[in-house]
């Protein structure tokens, strides 16, 4: 193991893939999460070859392949009437081109496998960071209950209201003015959407729904936009009103309307991004997820790109040694902002698209989609290997 002392604040997503990339590269790292317990919270994740492949040679290939769905297209569709604007081959067309599938998966599911790949004594419940300080020679983390614990790096995967973040930039979460309603159905309850297994979109004036199998298919994940300038909270568990909701889609396509009805319970939150930055680090202290570049999710990429973070810090810090951890950081914040400042722009920009009003910029999005099909589009996003970035960066 390396002599490098890791902590890492936030055993989500971003923070559990770091520790298993940090481990397979022969650096230990604890884990502080503010929960006092690791729940079942959220509901679905697409997960883009771009973040399976990585997530394979992790030593997740048959536990993934257990619990996810393979979808075998991506539809988007208009809100009234249902009328197919795109339709893109995912399954084995995609699995083919860039060697590793797209998958739909529940949140806690991919959770707990990456749990999975760390000894529990490196993960910590019921810790809050509430500051980060700084020294010459080392960096602090201040526990709510008083505790210390020092490193020689501190990774913030605390999420959008990050506390690490603050070493790196003044800044504060944007309410994007929508709020987004979460759900799982029953796959029972939903079957006319189950024909073919697929992600599917509805798109509409100002709101839009999106919906897939996660669970082996047990279930099925969908999130339902809804304009809301005034409301603003922001919570995994924060309880939604399905009557509100359904009424917010009435005269929808029936699928959708089917679909809303189906679900007993929803979560809801207002969706948040940050502006980008220049700097991912300082100091002694970085950033990954959601914590360095928190995106709407609107391109499908915030937790694959969490993934990808995680995957190159660990490869940048591999064999560095504290006397060589600037380099380290400045080469891991060279490979990966501009990609991230790329997708998390066009997510924002996907936020409009996604929600014109019907009129001739409707038509004219409908009209590109429909002759933009197919994965070449995809090729930047989904071909890409992180690993291989690094590979082919130059060391500073």
Request: proline residues 4%; glycine residues 8%.
């Amino acid at each position: 193991m390396s002599h490098l002392r890791v902590v890492v604040a936030g055993a989500g997503i971003a923070g559990l893939a770091l520790a298993a990339a940090l481990r397979r590269a022969g650096i230990d790292c604890h884990l502080y999460e503010q929960a006092e317990r690791l729940a079942e919270v959220g509901a679905g994740v697409q997960l883009a070859p771009n973040a399976t492949r990585l997530l394979r040679r992790l030593g997740l290939r048959d536990r993934l392949r257990d619990l996810a769905v393979t979808p075998q297209a991506i539809e988007m569709r208009r809100w009234d009437n249902g009328a197919l604007l795109q339709r893109t081959a995912l399954g084995d067309p995609c699995q083919r081109r860039f060697g590793a599938p797209y998958y739909t998966v529940h949140r806690a599911d991919l959770h707990s496998a990456l749990l999975s790949l760390l000894p529990p004594d490196r993960v910590h419940l019921g810790a809050r960071c509430v500051s980060v300080t700084q020294l010459a020679d080392e960096a602090r983390l201040h526990l709510s209950d008083g505790t210390t614990v020092t490193a020689d790096l501190i990774v913030g995967a605390d999420g959008i209201h990050s506390i690490a973040r603050e070493q790196i930039v003044a800044d504060r979460p944007r309410y994007s003015g929508q709020t987004i309603y979460r759900g799982l159905v029953s796959a029972d309850e939903v079957a006319h959407l189950l024909t073919e297994s697929r992600v599917q979109l509805w798109f509409g004036p100002d709101q839009h729904v999106v919906c897939y199998p996660v669970s082996s298919g047990r279930q099925v994940s969908f999130g339902a936009t809804v304009p809301a300038p005034d409301w603003r909270e922001e919570s995994w568990t924060a309880r939604g009103d399905v009557a509100e909701l359904a009424a917010a889609y009435e005269g929808w396509h029936p699928d959708v309307t089917r679909l809303i009805g189906a679900a007993q319970t929803v979560s809801r939150w207002a969706l948040h991004d940050r502006e980008g930055i220049e700097r991912l680090s300082s100091g002694r202290v970085t950033v990954i997820g959601d914590a360095a570049h928190p995106m709407l999710p609107f391109q499908a990429q915030g937790a694959n790109q969490a993934i990808e973070d995680a995957v190159v810090l660990a490869a940048c810090l591999a064999g560095a040694g504290p006397d060589r951890l600037s380099a380290a950081l400045r080469r891991y914040e060279r490979i990966r902002l501009p990609r991230t400042t790329r997708i998390q722009r066009q997510s924002r920009e996907n936020a409009k698209t996604f929600h014109l009003e019907d009129g001739g910029a409707q038509q004219h999005r409908d009209t590109a989609a429909q002759t933009a099909s197919g994965l070449d589009r995809h090729e930047w996003l989904f071909g890409y290997d992180a690993e291989q970035a690094v590979t082919s960066s130059r060391s500073p």
